[in-house]
């Protein structure tokens, strides 16, 4: 029995049916209708109801506004209820998708219940903090007026999120299509379609189709501008939550005439000479056309590029927008930059709003309802400063009549979104019909996707899913590629910015698998999504991404143990680990910690970097492979001076940038770092105490006694020390083989580095015990080296900590 028909039986096995009222049969009968029928326009006669709270006294208002908003939190409850039922069989289709008969395919799956997990986690988040406070103000005794319950900003948050609603509304009919196409076509999907169930309070069942159920969401957004309404009428002027609840106000009803306009003319707008342009995508950009940075609404429609100024209109009002450029699509280049420096005044100025981000926000987590709606305002807009001045990644856009425009993200992830939809437009004709600004420009609030910035600050309240600790991310290795190329992973996480959010890996050597056992650490606030991208590093044409996924990050799917997990970012899979210890949050660092590689004891790089062999080792180990092993006299003749101490400055103080400059570097100077790096060793890599150890057991006839001794005594090492030099041995035996061509045998890699590896105890320091004849010291330390060299059954190297856990590895589809 496959798993969908599990979860089929299951749910037959627990059907309970129930007589249902008249009143829920006929708004069952109501739906059946109207998803029987193409979408119709959302209702807008609700937009014109009286917005002025009644004639009544202070202690009526404020009773019947509690009713009001218990009955909001009774909706919402009846609504989670119906969304959970929904993707009740979601898990066990993705499951069935995955086997040789599916009932349906990942791409009808994701459609059928696109949008809908994100409705579910709103309206959860806004539920349970409407919940709280409501029980809050009713356990206080002396409070028994709603005059001092203030939920404005909760509505104000949900609205803001509305624009969830859009992408769901935009793919309906799709989602009815499948389920209507495989309903006929397929038994096992028809058993279920036709009976989904939802729990009541009362542990009632109420029976619902899934067209039935698809419907909900629809039902629900068309009612929002009412229950905001019925909330404002019993809202005095005066009430705290009065301006908030407007602002609610107008931000919904500009999302429900969006989405009308949307639903009757597809994001369409008719200009003058009779063309009609969609609306292809939207969404806040900085701009940085001018030389100065300035957030932008930017609208890609079929044909051109256009760059807006949103001008926030008052008390209820429309917004209006302000035209500032255009760019025709036709013959359009695109250039995407990843690399930008940011300037010392900018590292000061982000980390003084950063703190003071902070500390504001630490007010609002444990003084909530308590901040006043200045503070509110004063962190949205430090948001805003944020949004603005932290980008760093860069699209720029070349149009063939000379004319040029620069627009900023911060998240790489996001730009990549917007030239892909961007590059899927542009076309050879560089003709296109001028437009008319004017009727463009204006027609934007009508059609826009996206209502307001992406503000943290605006999103619902922590909950217990939300990470705020410590995120770790270790980086794998990499399989898939179609071609060898250098490259890194990006890393990024949401939540507030208090900190830093992207973080990268070095670049792999030239390979169609790249590696890199690499740990990057994040600390988090409010995290709910990590993104990856797969990027190609190239010289001077810029850099390519290769592939990118999103995963979605819950505080009770992650611990301190390792989770590993296999993503698939288009045709390439990535193999990385996570781990998320919880914990307060210290406020933000004014500059990010840099821990310096060289003259530092290994145990200590090592525990820094979460690796046993150090990244300074492999990245000089892989290079050297990679286009020095036929190189005569490699390790033996040396790079030039300042070439290596540039390249050790590198190592000490960006790992990215060294490695960037690895790949460029003479190889000789390559293979310099590597012998300077184990030479500045405060401590050799072999310990000293083994020194005698080791100059004794080569004194060993018998060759399998000293085989035995020699491996136990390497055997005794601390973690690092022993795994980084059988890292090398491992790599100098590859060396040698080719010493027909490089001139390097054994003997002579372990002249050259066995001063380096293994020293003699210093008399005078701790050592009592007999001592070697300086003029037998040199041998006893190419011997060493030389006889492991030998050695045919080496233990092998584990480069990495262990990242695996008792549990399978998961596999994310993106």
Same mark, same amino acid.
């Given at each position: 029995m496959d798993i969908?028909?599990?979860?089929?039986?299951? /749910?037959?096995?627990?059907?309970?049916?129930?007589e249902a009222e008249a009143e829920v049969l006929e708004e069952d009968v109501f739906q059946e209708e109207a998803v029987s029928c193409p979408l119709s326009p959302l209702h807008?006669?609700?937009?014109?109801?009286?917005?002025?709270?009644?004639?009544? %006294?202070?202690?009526?208002m404020f009773q019947r506004r509690l009713v009001v908003l218990k009955g909001i939190l009774e909706s919402e409850e009846v609504y989670l209820r119906e969304l959970e039922a929904l993707l009740t069989p979601m898990k066990a289709l993705w499951a069935s998708a995955g086997t040789s008969q599916p009932v349906l395919s990942s791409r009808q799956v994701q459609t059928v219940f696109y949008q809908v997990p994100e409705l579910r986690d709103m309206h959860q988040s806004f539920s349970s903090a409407l919940k709280a406070r409501l029980s809050a103000h009713c356990q206080t005794e002396t409070n028994h007026s709603g005059f001092e319950l203030e939920v404005g900003d909760l509505f104000l948050k949900i609205v803001n999120q509305i624009g969830l609603y859009g992408g769901f509304i935009e793919n309906y009919e799709k989602a009815v299509e499948v389920v209507r196409k495989c309903t006929q076509s397929d038994r096992r999907f028809r058993t279920l379609a036709q009976n989904m169930t939802s729990n009541g309070q009362d542990k009632t069942r109420t029976s619902y189709t899934l067209e039935a159920l698809l419907y909900k969401p629809l039902d629900r957004v068309t009612k929002t501008t009412l229950v905001l309404l019925d909330l404002l009428k019993t809202t005095p002027e005066e009430h705290g939550d009065y301006s908030s609840l407007q602002e609610a106000l107008r931000l919904s009803r500009s999302f429900l005439y969006g989405v009308n306009e949307s639903s009757q003319s597809k994001r369409e707008v008719t200009l003058s000479p009779g063309i009609r342009r969609q609306l292809m995508r939207d969404g806040f950009v900085v701009d940085a056309s001018d030389g100065e940075r300035s957030l932008r609404h930017l609208f890609l429609y079929t044909d051109l590029l256009l760059c807006t100024r949103l001008k926030h209109s008052s008390r209820g009002k429309q917004d209006q927008y302000r035209f500032c450029w255009f760019l025709p699509l036709g013959g359009l280049? /695109?250039?995407?930059?990843?690399?930008?420096?940011?300037s010392p005044e900018t590292h000061v100025r982000l980390y003084s709003i950063r703190t003071k981000m902070y500390h504001l926000s630490q007010q609002l987590r444990h003084h909530t309802g308590s901040l006043s709606s200045r503070d509110r305002k004063k962190l949205e807009q430090m948001e805003l400063m944020l949004l603005t001045l932290s980008p760093v990644y860069r699209l720029e856009l070349h149009s063939p009549s000379g004319k040029s425009h620069t627009f900023r993200l911060s998240s790489l992830y996001e730009l990549e979104e917007w030239r892909e939809a961007i590059h899927k437009l542009i076309t050879d004709n560089i003709e296109t019909v001028p437009p008319d600004l004017l009727t463009l420009t204006s027609a934007c609030v009508k059609l826009r996707m996206t209502q307001q910035p992406p503000l943290h600050s605006s999103k619902p309240g922590e909950d217990e899913k939300c990470l705020c600790g410590t995120l770790s991310v270790a980086i794998h290795s990499a399989c898939g590629l179609l071609q060898p190329a250098c490259v890194y992973v990006c890393v990024e996480v949401d939540g507030y910015e208090f900190y830093d959010k992207q973080a990268q890996t070095h670049s792999s050597v030239h390979s169609l698998s790249p590696h890199w056992e690499q740990e990057l650490s994040f600390q988090v606030d409010g995290a709910r999504e990590l993104r990856v991208l797969c990027v190609s590093q190239s010289d001077g044409e810029g850099d390519t991404v290769l592939g990118k996924a999103a995963v979605k990050l819950e505080s009770k799917s992650l611990n301190k143990r390792w989770r590993r997990q296999t993503l698939h970012l288009g045709q390439t899979e990535l193999t990385l680990s996570l781990k998320y210890c919880p914990h307060p949050l210290e406020p933000p660092s004014s500059t990010a910690q840099t821990h310096p590689l060289f003259c530092v004891p290994i145990e200590t790089v090592a525990q820094q970097e979460g690796v046993l062999v150090p990244h300074v080792v492999r990245c000089c180990v892989e290079e050297v492979e990679s286009r020095g092993m036929d190189e005569v006299g490699i390790y033996r003749i040396s790079g030039t001076t300042s070439d290596i101490n540039t390249l050790k400055a590198a190592f000490n103080s960006n790992l990215r940038e060294a490695v960037t400059r690895l790949r460029s570097s003479d190889v000789n100077a390559v293979s310099g770092v590597l012998k300077l790096y184990f030479r500045e060793l405060p401590e050799p890599l072999i310990p000293t105490e083994l020194f005698q150890s080791l100059a004794a057991a080569l004194d060993i006839q018998d060759i399998n006694s000293r085989l035995v001794s020699m491996l136990s005594l390497l055997q005794s090492c601390p973690d690092p020390n022993r795994?980084?030099? /059988?890292?090398?041995?491992?790599?100098?035996?590859?060396?040698?083989?080719?010493?027909?061509?490089?001139?390097?045998?054994?003997?002579?890699?372990?002249?050259?580095?066995?001063? %380096?590896l293994l020293r003699p105890p210093m008399v005078g320091q701790g050592h009592s015990g007999p001592t070697v004849d300086i003029s037998q010291e040199v041998v006893v330390q190419v011997q060493v080296v030389f006889f492991y060299l030998q050695c045919n059954n080496l233990p092998e190297a584990q480069t990495s900590l262990p990242h695996d856990t008792d549990d399978e590895d998961e596999t994310t589809h993106m």
């Open positions: 969908y028909q599990e979860a089929v039986d299951f /749910l037959e096995s627990h059907h309970i049916a129930v807008l006669d609700i937009l014109d109801l009286p917005e002025t709270p009644t004639s009544c %006294s202070p202690e009526e280049r /695109l250039h995407l930059v990843t690399e930008e420096e940011r795994h980084t030099f /059988l890292y090398l041995l491992h790599h100098l035996q590859r060396v040698s083989e080719k010493q027909n061509v490089n001139k390097m045998s054994c003997m002579n890699l372990a002249t050259v580095f066995g001063p %380096s």
